[in-house]
């Protein structure tokens, strides 16, 4: 099957998963996750009908985006975020940041940005499984750190991240949930300067679950681009 094919099955999934849950697919964000794969693939999904990707590494977004051709994509950028790399990332205009996992990172965005006159929407990153491998805010201590968050006036909070146990999908339902929740408890307390439009988990292995919790961004590589090999140039 030719990556064109793929996406266009992955398309009819989602649409059918949404219809099963009598959601409309318009409100799902398919984000191809593009990182490792060369610039002429990306081209080549981004005729078949993908619009937005994502990238995990700030050097490796440098390096490839500016060769795409087509500017016809929305930017997300996915990975863990380095303070001294900001600046680097803010030059590639980011639809959005996924990865906001600190008050610290935050404040770093706002004051950088605050040379731009911009405003740059984030997402909350938390670590739902707790695992100290992973990036990210408890659920614990999430609610407090948006509140302080929401007070650089450069930021726009629109939503949460997480990302699942690299498991059996089943042991991310629980943690979905609870992201569900914190979403839907942040939206109905209508902080100022938070909105929550967007709550992004699910990747390959686990979309499926994901989007059965309430996801509404969902991030995908393997299975639109095919298994990743990591070589020198990533
Ligand atoms: C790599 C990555 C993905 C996509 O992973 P696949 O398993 O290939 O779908 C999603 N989110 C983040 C944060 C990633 O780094």
Request: charge should be neutral.
């Amino acid at each position: 099957m030719n990556l064109q094919n793929r996406i266009e099955r992955l398309q009819d999934e989602l649409r059918a998963l949404c219809q099963s849950q009598n959601r409309s697919f318009d409100e799902i964000t398919l984000i191809a996750v593009t990182k490792t794969h060369p610039v002429e693939l990306i081209e080549t999904a981004l005729k078949a009908g993908i619009t937005h990707i994502g990238e995990n590494k700030v050097q490796e977004a440098m390096r490839k985006l500016p060769m795409l051709i087509s500017k016809n994509y929305s930017f997300h950028f996915i990975g863990h975020l380095q303070s001294n790399k900001i600046n680097q990332l803010l030059s590639l205009k980011p639809a959005l940041i996924h990865s906001i996992d600190s008050v610290y990172l935050a404040q770093k965005l706002h004051l950088a940005l605050g040379r731009t006159n911009r405003m740059q929407d984030i997402l909350i990153q938390i670590n739902s499984s707790e695992e100290d491998s992973k990036s990210g805010m408890g659920f614990a201590e999430a609610e407090a750190a948006i509140s302080e968050i929401a007070c650089f006036s450069s930021l726009r909070i629109r939503g949460l991240m997480t990302i699942g146990k690299l498991d059996e999908p089943e042991i991310s339902r629980p943690l979905f949930r609870k992201m569900k929740e914190l979403f839907e408890h942040l939206r109905e307390s209508n902080l100022p300067g938070v909105r929550m439009d967007y709550l992004s988990m699910g990747m390959s292995h686990d979309y499926k679950i994901a989007l059965e919790e309430g996801a509404n961004m969902v991030r995908i590589g393997s299975a639109i681009f095919g298994e990743r090999t990591y070589g020198v140039h990533n």
